[in-house]
């Protein structure tokens, strides 16, 4: 009689854990949209979070250490029309956010150093080229300043976003409503998920169709989709009976899936979030108060189950941490950041080991945020590589971030609030450090306050 054989990997035992209420990010009314997009994106300066908004859409920027309760009169990015749909800070500087709005724009914003300390109504640049409203967005990971926007248009918009240009007009290849669209690692091919049931991969300054399924999923639900190692394609979506599926594609050969597993009968949109440093996809269901993890690895079955996260409360968007940003001498392999009715809860998953020491098999060199190309060199055809940093002093800037211009010649709408930003960026920056001060006189005195309150 053989026995089973348990297939060994370091990340078996790779538990969750959510971090005290201390550390949690309270009284935030986190939007009500029922748009299937993540709500929350972070990076390890800030976190931010789409909001409820009377008379238009708003954000929150906070940084990451101004945990605790938030005050109610703290200042958002509101200069939307419409309600936020979707927001995404820049890979290659952290004080860069984009956002996609119901009113059909797609606006950049910059924020400064130590949050906003007043209303932010003016972005930086105006993005105008789609005829509904915006529900996608996401920036090249190795090219400067290239942002993609996908929109309830059925359009893919690449978007030199120093120019404030639309370069790639992707319009009369899907033919319903976008589900979901990313890069991979170098950003020479789109993926698209689509309501017309058909799953694309784009050559994206072709604009060209290079390989597409049809029906990956029976189901009539939403279908997400992400690159994963090897190029191989990971997607979620639901079976003829409804109930949540996860599949893995090769696209070399994209007749049968290598590997289709049902999970459960839940109607959440399964968000995935996949980490190439250690292989691991994690899969957050909207409306679930579960985190699923599986190991994508060369061997069959290929999608190997690990464990799950779960607590008590479901979630309403999940923002996850770039690797750049953990402790990685508490061997964290990643921080999701949970949405909850009025929280934010951070979620750390770690893998349990005895040594103090710098763990090298967890943590290979890892997407910097150094871009590897010019925006104009990338739609000239120029691939990059990602440059890859170590972790294993923790990650430090050696370079200051990639500075953020604007070619003001080419674009009317952002002269205006841009010259009035740099003609007052001394005083902001002396404002700053004034409140900066205020607010830490103010922790201390409450802090005595309590103090005496308590003897």
Not at 224 to 232: E, W
Request: overall charge negative.
């Amino acid at each position: 009689m053989s026995r089973k054989v348990v297939r060994t990997s370091k990340f078996r035992h790779v538990f969750g854990q959510a971090l005290k209420a201390d550390q949690c990010y309270d009284d935030i009314r986190i939007s009500q949209m029922t748009w299937d997009s993540n709500f929350c994106s972070v990076n390890p300066k800030f976190v931010a979070m789409i909001v409820d908004a009377s008379g238009g859409g708003a954000f929150i920027v906070l940084p990451l250490s101004k945990t605790g309760r938030i005050d109610m009169s703290l200042p958002t990015v509101c200069g939307h029309t419409g309600p936020v749909l979707d927001i995404e800070f820049c890979p290659h500087n952290d004080n860069i956010i984009a956002s996609g709005s119901e009113d059909c724009s797609v606006m950049i914003w910059e924020i400064p150093d130590g949050g906003l300390i007043s209303p932010l109504k003016d972005p930086v640049v105006k993005l105008e080229g789609h005829s509904k409203r915006v529900g996608i967005l996401s920036w090249h990971p190795t090219a400067h300043n290239v942002l993609m926007s996908a929109g309830c248009d059925n359009v893919v918009i690449l978007w030199n976003v120093a120019r404030g240009e639309a370069v790639v007009r992707i319009d009369s290849m899907h033919t319903d409503l976008i589900y979901s669209a990313c890069w991979n690692r170098n950003g020479s091919q789109i993926l698209t998920s689509c309501k017309d049931k058909k799953l694309r991969v784009i050559d994206p300054r072709k604009g060209s169709v290079i390989c597409e399924k049809d029906k990956p999923h029976e189901g009539s639900r939403p279908v997400r989709a992400v690159f994963v190692s090897d190029g191989k394609i990971l997607t979620t979506g639901f079976s003829r009976m409804s109930e949540r599926q996860v599949a893995l594609w090769d696209p070399n050969n994209f007749s049968e899936p290598l590997n289709l597993q049902e999970l459960d009968t839940s109607s959440g949109v399964l968000l995935p979030f996949f980490d190439p440093d250690t292989g691991v996809v994690y899969l957050c269901g909207k409306g679930d108060s579960s985190i699923r993890y599986f190991e994508v690895t060369d061997e069959a079955p290929y999608v190997h189950y690990l464990s799950m996260y779960s607590s008590k409360e479901s979630q309403k968007g999940m923002g996850y941490m770039p690797k750049r940003g953990l402790e990685v001498n508490k061997c964290e392999i990643a921080r999701f950041y949970k949405l909850h009715e009025r929280k934010c809860e951070p979620i750390v998953m770690t893998v349990p080991r005895k040594s103090d020491l710098f763990q090298e098999d967890l943590y290979p060199d890892t997407i910097g945020p150094e871009p590897s190309v010019e925006a104009d060199d990338w739609f000239a055809g120029k691939n990059g590589e990602p440059i890859l940093i170590s972790l294993k002093d923790g990650f430090v800037a050696t370079t200051k971030n990639k500075e953020f211009k604007v070619i003001k010649s080419l674009m009317a709408t952002t002269s205006s609030s841009s010259s009035y930003r740099q003609s007052d960026s001394v005083d902001v920056q002396a404002l700053q450090k004034e409140v900066k001060e205020l607010r830490e006189m103010v922790e201390q005195l409450t802090k005595r306050v309590d103090e005496l309150e308590s003897k």
